[in-house]
């Protein structure tokens, strides 16, 4: 089994900044995806970004231009910045995995951490 545990999520400014890590335990492979959805109350989960093979990112419309989704294999981390935050940024952030390439569906990945509370005032 994959383990993932999220942190850096917080209250933070609307423009502000925070950046997410997203670190794995157990047989974690260089070639696994690893993904962030959010989730919103009375919303369903989203796509939010990905990494695939360290320089294959991939981005929803919405955060292009101020996310950005890196990864560092040597401690089995990935990371999620996010600059220029906004009120509509504000949900549960999860990072989740799978063996291959990325998905943008939630429905493909096979492992998920707890979630991190992400939240931007106005």
């Known amino acids: 089994q994959v383990q993932l545990v999220e942190s850096g999520g917080g209250l933070v400014q609307a423009g502000g900044s925070l950046r997410l890590s997203c670190a794995a335990s157990g047989r974690t492979f260089s070639s696994y995806a690893v993904a962030w959805f959010r989730q919103a109350p009375g919303k369903e989960r989203e796509f939010v970004a990905a990494n695939y093979r360290t320089y294959y990112t991939y981005y929803a419309d919405s955060v292009k231009g101020r996310f950005t989704c890196s990864r560092d294999n040597t401690k089995d981390t990935v990371y999620l910045q996010m600059n220029s935050l906004k009120p509509d940024d504000t949900a549960l952030y999860y990072c989740?995995?799978?063996?291959?390439?990325?998905?943008?569906?939630?429905?493909?990945?096979?492992?998920w951490g707890q979630g991190t509370q992400v939240t931007v005032s106005s």
């Open positions: 989740a995995a799978r063996s291959g390439g990325h998905s943008n569906s939630d429905l493909r990945y096979d492992y």
